[in-house]
Nanobody, 124 residues
Framework: QVQLVESGGGLVQAGDSLRLSCAAS????????MGWFRQAPGKERVFVAA????????AYADSVKGRFTISRDNAKNTVYLQMGSLKPEDTAVYYC?????????????????WGQGTQVTVSS
């Protein structure tokens, strides 16, 4: 029922900032909780951040807490991930995900729709 397209990835230096965007198709964006996941080379896909339908409730992985901020603009059908103080270990493909839920799941198995991902590379 929804298609997701990530953008904003690229090559940056350690300490830099980067903003990722996820644009959703359809007219029911406000009914979805949204999440960001990432997958580094040779590792499994893991939770990064999630946000509730209204944007009031946010959840973060311990590894990014204090550095990353998730937000959404329901009028634009877009969710964002503002990444600051980037480290080489943040290098990964970042995926946007959506699920019709009143809560904010942390498990990738709870999300129904996925984007194709955008590459973020942080050099030292």
């Amino acid at each position: 029922q929804v298609q997701l397209v990530e953008s904003g990835g690229g090559l940056v230096q350690a300490g830099d900032s980067l903003r990722l965007s996820c644009a959703a198709s359809g007219r029911a964006f406000s009914s979805y909780s949204m999440g960001w996941f990432r997958q580094a080379p040779g590792k499994e896909r893991v939770f990064v951040a999630a946000i509730s339908r209204s944007g009031i409730l946010q959840a973060y992985a311990d590894s990014v807490k204090g550095r990353f901020t998730i937000s959404r603009d329901n009028a634009k059908n877009t969710v964002y991930l503002q990444m600051g103080s980037l480290k080489p270990e943040d290098t990964a493909v970042y995926y946007c995900a959506a699920v019709q839920s009143a809560v904010v799941p942390r498990s990738l198995n709870d999300y129904t729709y996925w984007g194709q991902g955008t590459q973020v590379t942080v050099s030292s």
